[in-house]
């Protein structure tokens, strides 16, 4: 299957992508909101509730705009799988670190809700030490 066949396919069976689907599939964070599904030979993920993929779509933006200066991109630019794997595992994971003192993320849906009740609204995260304790918490394959 081509790409263009796999993304229209995508398309047609995903209501709701996954905004953190690197991290999910690469096994560095889980969520109880993921729907797997097989495309061809690929796996993909889809979220099960409109509302937490809202919000996580919200925290990506987020994440990607406080990593753009850590990267040395500018927050719109299109990344690298290695960069979006930084900000998509090691965001999280840096947040859980922040928020708990501990950066394994057992649930992303459940880390949102957490952050919610913790700083109020999504705006509000201390996003500079998320990201410096990502630089700690994720160092990719190589890492």
Not at 60 to 77: I, T, V
Request: proline residues 3%; glycine residues 8%; hydrophobic residues 40%.
């Amino acid at each position: 299957m081509d790409e263009t066949a796999y993304r229209q396919k995508f398309t047609e069976m995903v209501e709701c992508p996954c905004a953190f689907e690197k991290a999910l599939l690469a096994r560095c964070v889980a969520c109880d909101r993921e729907q797997r599904l097989q495309i061809a030979e690929r796996e993909a993920l889809g979220c099960r509730d409109a509302a937490s993929q809202a919000r996580c779509v919200e925290l990506h933006g987020q994440l990607r705009r406080s990593f753009s200066f850590a990267l040395g991109m500018p927050h719109d630019a299109v990344l690298s799988h290695a960069q979006e794997m930084r900000v998509q595992c090691g965001g999280l994971m840096g947040l859980q670190q922040v928020l708990s003192g501990d950066p394994a993320v057992g649930n992303v849906d459940a880390l949102l809700a957490q952050s919610l009740q913790q700083w109020g609204d999504l705006d509000e995260i201390p996003y500079s030490e998320v990201v410096h304790e990502a630089a700690l918490c994720y160092k990719g394959r190589h890492g």
